[in-house]
């Protein structure tokens, strides 16, 4: 097959997939509680480096709105909210007990984000005030 009809189909494709409805409704729900910050310097950083997955606030892309990738972003916001939020401070099963290691470990941000949101990188010393901070914002003997 000649890679012109390989490239009409992979076009048709694209196209088509953009009718599947799932990640183009981009809901940011009311902000229902905050956390206790320890500062506003880890509040910011926190939303600079973390909000757009752990909070009602996320800033969405124009690319979340492209299939098949607003299908993996729509599915890691949702995902990274179910598991801490801190828009919704106070409901049960929140996953703060795992911020400090998940930060301290750079699991967190995922490795993905990082090349779309630079501004997500930390240097060293910002690491460390960032992980002293959620350390004090969320307690060991809170978790």
Not at 72 to 77: F, R, S
Not at 101 to 118: G, I, K, R, T
Request: charged share 25%; hydrophobic share 40%; aromatic share 10%.
């Amino acid at each position: 097959m000649p890679v012109s009809k390989w490239i009409l189909r992979a076009v048709l494709l694209l196209l088509a997939i953009q009718l599947v409805p799932y990640g183009r409704d981009h809901p940011n729900p009311p902000v229902t509680g905050q956390p206790s910050w320890d500062s506003e310097a880890t509040r910011d950083t926190f939303v600079r480096v973390c909000g757009d997955c752990h909070s009602n606030e996320t800033e969405w892309p124009w690319y979340s709105n492209v299939a098949p990738v607003s299908w993996l972003v729509t599915h890691d916001v949702l995902d990274g909210r179910k598991h801490l939020n801190v828009s919704e401070w106070g409901r049960p099963r929140q996953d703060a007990d795992e911020a400090v290691e998940v930060v301290q470990a750079e699991e967190m941000p995922l490795w993905f984000y990082l090349p779309l949101h630079p501004e997500a990188r930390l240097s060293p010393p910002q690491r460390a005030r960032f992980l002293e901070g959620l350390a004090r914002t969320f307690p060991a003997d809170d978790r």
